[in-house]
């Protein structure tokens, strides 16, 4: 059965107790906007225009990197084509009563990367379509 995927977003992982300053600057340095945000969320989004992938600022304790979302119908079958190319899989959260549900891989250049389910509005009309109809 054929699943969809795409780049969904890119989150800037942030090691700071003030997310509110980091916040500021990516939304000066990248010119959108910052949405408001349910507070102590440990996130925060910019207000990006619906063709392009979201921008989140997360806190985090482990050191600054840039991660990406891909946002994909079927987290399974992704996931297996993934691995298949290369990717190893790290962590998988799927918490029903936090409505967490996600995984995380780690591509071959060691680059860690989250699929999550889909999210923005173009998805069902832009993303790719993997494996057989």
Known sequence: MAHK??????IIDCKTDNLD????????????????????????KLDMPDHQ???????VSHDPR????????NRTAERDRLVNLGAIVVTEMD???EDKHWTV??????HRFCL?????ANFEDKANVWGPA
């Open 5 to 10: 995927s795409q780049l969904a977003a890119v």
């Open 21 to 44: 300053a980091a916040t500021a600057f990516w939304s000066a340095a990248l010119g959108y906007a910052p949405l408001p945000t349910p507070p102590m969320s440990g996130y925060t």
């Open 53 to 59: 992938p979201k921008v989140l600022l997360q806190s």
């Open 66 to 73: 840039v991660h990406l979302d891909i946002e994909t119908d």
């Open 95 to 97: 918490d029903d009563a």
């Open 105 to 110: 891989l780690e591509a071959p250049t060691g």
């Open 116 to 120: 999550v389910g889909p999210g923005r």
